[in-house]
């Protein structure tokens, strides 16, 4: 597990041994997973649990600002 990134109170992490579509995991009060690159480009949630709808804003906020670094950190650590 790797924190990759830091915004807002939550932590994204890429775990080193995951699987495709390349992906972070998101954890600060409640947990999510977000697909870095969705069917229109942009980064996508895949699920969110216990979070409120602010975080969720923005946690897609910090993935869509920070999609390039996060797809070459995914990279990166899977090759």
């Known amino acids: 597990m790797v924190v990759v990134h830091r915004a807002f109170g939550l932590r994204f992490i890429i775990y ?3 699987h495709e579509p390349a992906h ?3 954890r600060g009060d409640g947990e ?5 690159v969705g069917l229109d480009g942009k980064p996508e949630l ?3 649990v216990g979070m409120t709808g602010a975080d969720k804003r923005r946690m897609m906020r910090a993935c869509l600002e920070q999609q390039t670094m996060l797809l070459d950190r995914w990279k990166d650590i899977h090759g």
Request: charged share 30%.
């Open 46 to 48: 895949d699920y969110a």
């Open 24 to 26: 972070v995991h998101v």
């Open 32 to 36: 999510a997973r977000i697909i870095l």
């Open 16 to 18: 080193i041994d995951d």
